[in-house]
């Protein structure tokens, strides 16, 4: 098979282009990448928790395609202005922020490009490509380079499940353990609201206050 | 140029050195960003960067016996200010530390403007010296002059972020720290042997993979040992300057009997406090043991098949430039990309690309693959999450029919087909998850919330909030804090570790293309 190489670069850098792509990266530097969000959470959900924070313009849930199945969502969120999108990173880094009150305290980055997928080619860039010859000696480099990120991927999938199995482990400790504080709680309350404790507190002669 | 410290950051410089019953030496401190930062908003500081104390108030200088001085090392001054003669490349890369900022213990602010004094010490002495001016030597008491070695006291080492805003908790200074360096330097020893005989208690995974883990516990589990020695020396002077935090030791060692699990949880509790990038011990993880045993599962079986393909590839550049049915894209009204996904991948159509450059868009995908076998698609990008390696992007295309997906798919497991700065395409048939059926691990309601008659509960609803340390839900909370940040610290080591792999090959690549995409 033959190709033939295409000179003429289509992709020239006119104002309008340029123009998109500033407005793009301005757009980015706005906005914030929370992660382990719960899928119960809701756009209003989000736009509230981060109102407090500043003017929310869009929130724009990103689709998990490849991921597991059991690691949340990630949500882009673009605020009014960079530097309100700065106040919500250091705030939530710092404190443990819980959207919908849960556990598990969501995490926010910064918002890099490749986090959207509407974005305008950078202007005067080009890609190139080409096929790779059998009997070229790049050709066996190549292949190693192939095997190397099937390989790296095999890696960070390992990763990925060793992270996953701790958190079920901490996810199973912790809900063991509320459970035997709401039992507490419940015996506790059990105990007030059924007068076991003026009964009680009559035989020892204390006084039990009524609270 | 002054002279500092070494072992473990607590650097100053030496005021003055006077006797009178016994040797004392006056410092003035520095401040590492980790521990002012309550105040530092905005956290980008380099890694051997120091901050200088100004302004009147504790914290800024103390007195201490000399003994605490425990050597000497090389802090530059690279403020821009025009009373400071800049320092050569040379200067700089022989320096330990460097500052240009200062902080104001009584305002608690960093500012760059330095004022003409710092502790009664002429700005000059501080700033970088210049050529052919000796330092003065002084030994009379009551002077100010400057001494020739300034030299500093050193400390155990303290990552942890402290709370700058109860200064008077003062119970430890640098007396405590003094009595503390020398018991440091060997506990530290010998926590690295106890360490090492530790039992692994990790899941039941593959051997190998442990290592991983247990190496970021044993880097936790040092830095917090540490930081308990200063609690043991319990000297009392007044005048306190940098805390050990004596209040987070104490509120973490509380929060340590909560921790159920035996393990070293409750150690690294108190490490997670600490600033987690601030990893003093060696950051290099040995994941070569892991990587060798993945190799040996995971190597493809298409390595052996040798490609004996009688037809020509030319080996032309191609430039990739817009491929005809880009156009006409948005003259038929399409489906929603889901659903076009999962008819596709019904159909057997739908191929994942991977080893893309993170920086394409799905144009440019598209545009590829036209180039590449003319054949047109529609490909569209996957984001980029947290756990996607930095290094390459993926994306899903759709082919029209699914003989063409599989011949593209053929194609590119024997051929190769490369693209900019060295990177062959891979693509491969795989299941795409799709949205809906997921879950969070940690995220649990309270479903026994029963309304109970007697008393009247209002429906609690959760709001979103972040959490007050009084309570269990911030307990939970620091767990998964400690987990987060455990991972993402993994993450970027493994990440690390393979864009120097990458690179590696790359460099072997005969001809390059010279065109880089920026």
């Not at chain 1, 509230?48 to 991921?67: D, R, S, T």
């Not at chain 2, 303290?158 to 700058?164: A, I």
């Not at chain 2, 609690?460 to 400690?482: G, K, R």
Request: proline letters at 5%; aromatic letters at 6%.
């Amino acid at each position: 098979m033959l190709y033939s190489c295409r000179g003429v670069s289509k992709r020239i850098m006119d104002k309008g282009q340029q123009a998109e792509y500033t407005a793009f990266e301005e757009k980015v530097k706005r906005s914030v990448c929370l992660d382990y969000v719960s899928p119960q959470a809701t756009e209003s959900v989000l736009k509230e928790a981060l109102n407090q924070f500043g003017n929310v313009k869009n929130v724009h849930f990103i689709p998990n395609y490849l991921g597991p199945n059991t690691i949340g969502r990630s949500v882009l969120i673009e605020m009014e202005d960079p530097k309100q999108s700065k106040d919500v990173i250091f705030t939530i880094n710092k404190f443990p922020f819980m959207i919908s009150g849960m556990p598990r305290p969501v995490r926010a980055r910064a918002a890099e490009i490749e986090m959207f997928d509407h974005r305008p080619a950078k202007p005067g860039r080009k890609i190139k490509c080409r096929w790779v010859e059998p009997n070229d000696p790049d050709f066996k480099v190549a292949k190693r380079l192939k095997l190397l990120a099937k390989k790296h991927a095999a890696e960070a999938a390992t990763l990925l499940k060793l992270q996953l199995e701790e958190e079920q482990k901490l996810a199973a400790q912790q809900s063991r353990s509320l459970r035997s504080h709401y039992k507490k709680f419940e015996t506790l309350d059990g105990v007030m609201a059924d007068g076991a404790i003026k009964r009680l507190g009559n035989r020892y002669n204390l006084n039990v206050g009524e609270e | 140029m002054w002279k500092d410290d070494e072992p473990e950051p607590f650097v100053g410089k030496i005021i003055k050195i006077w006797e009178d019953k016994t040797k004392k030496v006056k410092i003035l401190w520095f401040f590492k960003p980790s521990e002012i930062f309550n105040c530092l908003d905005d956290a980008q500081t380099s890694e051997n960067e120091l901050i200088l104390g100004s302004g009147e108030g504790p914290g800024l200088s103390n007195i201490n016996p000399l003994e605490v001085i425990a050597g000497k090392c090389n802090v530059i001054c690279i403020s821009k200010d025009d009373r400071n003669p800049q320092p050569t490349n040379e200067e700089l890369q022989g320096a330990d530390y460097v500052f240009y900022r200062i902080f104001d213990v009584k305002q608690l602010t960093i500012s760059e403007n330095i004022p003409d004094t710092i502790a009664a010490i002429d700005i000059k002495c501080i700033f970088n010296r210049r050529e052919g001016q000796q330092p003065s030597v002084s030994t009379t008491p009551g002077t100010e002059n400057l001494v020739s070695n300034d030299v500093c006291g050193s400390q155990t080492e303290n990552g942890d972020r402290f709370n700058y805003h109860n200064p008077s908790e003062g119970k430890s200074n640098a007396v405590q720290k003094s009595d503390a360096v020398m018991n440091s330097h060997l506990q530290d020893k010998d926590d690295d042997n106890e360490l090492y005989g530790r039992p692994f208690k990790k899941p039941k995974l593959d051997s190998s993979v442990n290592l991983p883990r247990e190496k970021t516990e044993n880097d936790l589990n040092v830095r917090s040992d540490g930081t308990i020695s200063p609690k043991s020396a319990g000297d009392e002077k007044a005048n306190v300057t940098l805390d050990v935090s004596n209040d987070i030791v104490s509120k973490a060692l509380k929060v340590e009997t909560h921790v159920v699990a035996g393990e070293i949880k409750g150690k690294s509790k108190l490490a997670r406090e600490s600033n987690a990038t601030d990893v003093v011990l060696p950051k290099e993880r040995k994941l070569d043991e892991e990587v060798r045993t993945l190799a040996n599962g995971e190597i493809p079986t298409d390595s052996n098949q040798m490609l004996n393909k009688q037809e020509k590839l030319s080996s032309l550049i191609m430039e990739v430039t817009r491929s005809p049915g880009a156009d006409k894209k948005g003259w038929f009204r399409q489906l929603p990309w889901e659903e076009r996904m999962e008819n596709a991948h019904q159909q057997g159509a739908l191929v994942l690309l991977e080893n893309l450059d993170p920086s394409y868009t799905s144009d440019d995908v598209r545009d590829i693959i036209h180039h590449g076998f003319k054949e047109s698609c529609t490909a569209k990008i996957v984001y980029h999450t947290t756990n996607c390696s930095p290094l390459s992007g993926q994306a899903f295309v759709i082919f029209k029919t699914k003989e063409a997906a599989e011949k593209v798919v053929t194609k590119l497991e024997h051929e190769c087909l490369m693209l900019s700065n060295g990177r062959p395409l891979i693509a491969s048939f795989r299941n795409p998850c799709f949205p809906g059926k997921e879950t969070l691990i940690g995220y649990f309601g309270i479903d026994k919330l029963k309304v109970q008659s007697t008393r009247e509960k209002k429906e609690a609803v959760p709001t979103s909030h972040c959490s007050q340390p009084n309570s269990i839900e911030y307990e939970f909370a620091m767990d998964w804090c400690l987990l987060q940040e455990r991972s993402k610290w993994r993450l970027k080591n493994l990440h690390k570790q393979q864009a120097a792999e990458v690179k590696e090959i790359t460099a072997e690549l005969k001809t390059k293309l010279t065109y880089k995409i920026f």
